[in-house]
C-alpha cells in the first residue's frame, strides 16, 4: 500500500512538473473580424515614431552583447520611422507590450529609452529586456487582438489557431512553420516572376526589401511548401456575415473598431488602392454598400471602408453646416471673436455645449474647439 501510494504521489507529481505553467485562454479572447483584423496590421506596419540614437541605442546591461540591432537604425542620429522594428521575442506594439516590460506599447517603451528591436535570433537568452519591438508571433498575436502571455510559432496552432488546407486559404489566415517563422496571409501572386503570396509579417529578413520588422511581405510557393502549415484564428469573423444594410438617404456612421484611423480604398476590395485613411470616430455621409463595404466622401474623394469599421452616430450629437457653404468657428460665442478655424460642407463636427443665450453651439472637429452660430447648423440625425 505504501508503495502504491508512492507511485500514485511519482505520478501526480510528475504530471504537476510536466504541465505548462501558464495556461491558455482561446475561449475567453474577443472575436474580431477579417477587416478589423487586417486594420490592426497596417496600423503596426504604417506606424511612424521617431528614433533618438541618443535614447533608443544604448544596449541593455543584461545580455546586452547578444543584441542585434536592425539595419534601418544603423547610423541613424534622429530620424522619423515607419513599423516596427523586428524584436527577438518581443511584444510590443500599438497597445501590447512584452512580458515583463515596464511600458505599455512600443512608442511608450521608445519614449522611455529602451534599445530599438533586436535581430539575433539566435540569442540564447529569447527576449532580452530593455529592448522594444515585435517578433513574428508576436506581431501575429498583436494583429488578432490575442490577450495571453507571449505566443511562439509553436503555441499558435495549438492555442489560437487551427489547421486548414492550402485550398481553403483566405484573406488574414495565417501560414506557420512551427519553431522558426509565422506569416499573415494577405492574398496568392507573383513577385518578379516567382509565384507566391503577399504577406503582413514582422520578419528580419530583406530578401525582398523593407526594414528589418513589421512590413508588407512575400513568402514563394517552394517556401511555403517546405514547411509551413496554414491556420485560421479560432475567433475570426467573416466580414460577409457581417450586417450590411443599404443605407438611406441622409444616413450617416462614425469610424471605429480602429487604433489610429480606417483604410480609405479606391473600390470596395482589400486589393484595390488605398487613397487615404480617415482617423477614428470621424464621422462620415454614407452613400452605398457593396459586400461589406461603405461608399463614402471624405476630404473631397469618394472612396470605400469596410462596413465593420463604421458604428452609429448617436442621435443629437453631430451638426454640419446648413445652407452655407462654410461657417467659422470662433474662440467665444459672439460674431467678433478670434476665428479659431471654418466647418465646411461636408464635414460634421460634434457639439460639446451652448451658449447662455442659445445662439451658439460650442462644437469639436478634428481638434478645434469653439462657437458656432446655431441659425447655420442642423443636426445630421
Same mark, same amino acid.
Given at each position: 500500500m505504501?508503495?502504491?501510494?508512492?507511485?500514485?504521489?511519482?505520478v501526480?507529481?510528475?504530471?504537476?512538473?510536466?504541465?505548462?505553467?501558464?495556461? %491558455?485562454f482561446?475561449?475567453?479572447?474577443?472575436?474580431?473580424s477579417?477587416?478589423?483584423?487586417?486594420?490592426?496590421?497596417?496600423?503596426?506596419?504604417?506606424?511612424?515614431?521617431?528614433y533618438?540614437?541618443?535614447?533608443?541605442?544604448?544596449?541593455?546591461?543584461?545580455?546586452?552583447?547578444?543584441?542585434?540591432?536592425?539595419?534601418?537604425? !544603423?547610423? &541613424?542620429?534622429?530620424?522619423?520611422?515607419?513599423?516596427?522594428?523586428?524584436?527577438?521575442?518581443? =511584444?510590443?506594439?500599438?497597445? *501590447?507590450?512584452?512580458?515583463?516590460?515596464?511600458?505599455?506599447?512600443?512608442?511608450?517603451?521608445?519614449?522611455?529609452?529602451? @534599445?530599438?528591436? $533586436?535581430?539575433? %535570433?539566435?540569442?540564447?537568452?529569447?527576449?532580452?529586456?530593455g529592448?522594444?519591438?515585435?517578433?513574428?508571433?508576436?506581431?501575429?498575436q498583436? &494583429?488578432?487582438?490575442?490577450?495571453?502571455?507571449?505566443?511562439?510559432?509553436? *503555441?499558435?496552432?495549438?492555442?489560437?489557431? *487551427?489547421?486548414?488546407?492550402?485550398?481553403?486559404?483566405?484573406?488574414?489566415?495565417?501560414?506557420?512553420?512551427?519553431?522558426?517563422?509565422?506569416?499573415?496571409?494577405?492574398?496568392?501572386?507573383?513577385?518578379?516572376?516567382?509565384?507566391?503570396? @503577399?504577406?503582413?509579417?514582422?520578419?528580419?529578413?530583406?530578401?525582398?526589401?523593407?526594414?528589418?520588422?513589421?512590413?508588407?511581405? @512575400?513568402?514563394?510557393m517552394?517556401?511555403?511548401?517546405?514547411?509551413? +502549415?496554414?491556420?485560421?484564428?479560432?475567433?475570426?469573423?467573416?466580414?460577409?456575415?457581417?450586417?450590411?444594410?443599404?443605407?438611406?438617404?441622409?444616413?450617416?456612421?462614425?469610424?471605429?473598431?480602429?487604433v489610429?484611423a480606417?483604410?480609405?480604398?479606391?473600390?470596395?476590395?482589400t486589393s484595390?488602392?488605398? +487613397?487615404?485613411?480617415?482617423?477614428?470616430?470621424?464621422?462620415?455621409?454614407?452613400l452605398?454598400? $457593396?459586400?461589406?463595404?461603405?461608399?463614402?466622401?471624405?476630404?473631397?474623394?469618394?472612396?470605400?471602408i469596410?462596413?465593420?469599421?463604421?458604428?452609429?452616430?448617436?442621435?443629437?450629437?453631430?451638426?454640419?453646416?446648413? $445652407?452655407?457653404?462654410?461657417?467659422? +468657428?470662433?474662440?467665444?460665442?459672439?460674431?467678433?471673436?478670434?476665428?479659431?478655424?471654418? =466647418? *465646411?460642407?461636408?464635414?460634421?463636427a !460634434?457639439?460639446?455645449?451652448?451658449?447662455?443665450?442659445?445662439?451658439?453651439?460650442?462644437?469639436n472637429?478634428?481638434? &478645434?474647439?469653439?462657437?458656432?452660430? &446655431?441659425?447655420?447648423?442642423?443636426?445630421?440625425?
Amino acid at each position: 500500500m505504501k508503495r502504491l501510494n508512492t507511485i500514485i504521489l511519482t505520478v501526480i507529481l510528475s504530471v504537476l512538473i510536466l504541465a505548462p505553467y501558464k495556461k %491558455t485562454f482561446a475561449a475567453t479572447q474577443s472575436p474580431i473580424s477579417r477587416s478589423a483584423a487586417e486594420q490592426r496590421a497596417l496600423n503596426i506596419i504604417n506606424l511612424n515614431w521617431t528614433y533618438s540614437s541618443v535614447k533608443n541605442s544604448t544596449l541593455p546591461s543584461t545580455n546586452g552583447s547578444s543584441v542585434t540591432q536592425p539595419s534601418q537604425l !544603423k547610423n &541613424v542620429s534622429t530620424a522619423t520611422m515607419t513599423g516596427i522594428p523586428y524584436d527577438w521575442g518581443g =511584444l510590443d506594439s500599438l497597445d *501590447t507590450s512584452s512580458d515583463g516590460a515596464p511600458w505599455t506599447s512600443f512608442v511608450n517603451a521608445i519614449n522611455s529609452g529602451a @534599445f530599438a528591436g $533586436n535581430v539575433n %535570433t539566435s540569442a540564447p537568452y529569447g527576449y532580452i529586456k530593455g529592448t522594444a519591438g515585435i517578433d513574428c508571433s508576436g506581431f501575429v498575436q498583436a &494583429v488578432f487582438d490575442i490577450n495571453d502571455y507571449k505566443q511562439s510559432t509553436s *503555441t499558435l496552432l495549438n492555442s489560437y489557431f *487551427t489547421k486548414i488546407n492550402l485550398s481553403d486559404l483566405k484573406h488574414m489566415d495565417i501560414l506557420d512553420h512551427p519553431g522558426d517563422h509565422v506569416v499573415i496571409f494577405d492574398k496568392w501572386g507573383t513577385l518578379n516572376g516567382v509565384q507566391g503570396a @503577399f504577406t503582413y509579417e514582422s520578419t528580419p529578413d530583406q530578401t525582398y526589401g523593407g526594414i528589418q520588422g513589421t512590413k508588407k511581405y @512575400f513568402i514563394t510557393m517552394s517556401e511555403i511548401n517546405s514547411g509551413y +502549415i496554414p491556420g485560421r484564428y479560432v475567433n475570426i469573423i467573416e466580414d460577409s456575415s457581417n450586417p450590411d444594410p443599404m443605407p438611406v438617404s441622409d444616413s450617416y456612421g462614425i469610424v471605429s473598431n480602429v487604433v489610429y484611423a480606417a483604410n480609405f480604398r479606391s473600390d470596395s476590395s482589400t486589393s484595390s488602392a488605398i +487613397i487615404g485613411t480617415i482617423p477614428k470616430n470621424t464621422v462620415l455621409k454614407l452613400l452605398a454598400s $457593396n459586400s461589406g463595404w461603405y461608399n463614402v466622401i471624405y476630404n473631397g474623394q469618394t472612396g470605400w471602408i469596410y462596413s465593420s469599421l463604421i458604428t452609429s452616430v448617436p442621435s443629437n450629437s453631430y451638426v454640419t453646416v446648413n $445652407n452655407v457653404y462654410q461657417l467659422n +468657428i470662433r474662440s467665444n460665442p459672439s460674431s467678433t471673436a478670434s476665428i479659431l478655424g471654418v =466647418l *465646411t460642407e461636408g464635414q460634421y463636427a !460634434k457639439v460639446t455645449g451652448i451658449s447662455t443665450d442659445g445662439n451658439w453651439y460650442k462644437i469639436n472637429i478634428n481638434g &478645434v474647439e469653439g462657437f458656432s452660430a &446655431v441659425k447655420y447648423l442642423k443636426y445630421i440625425n
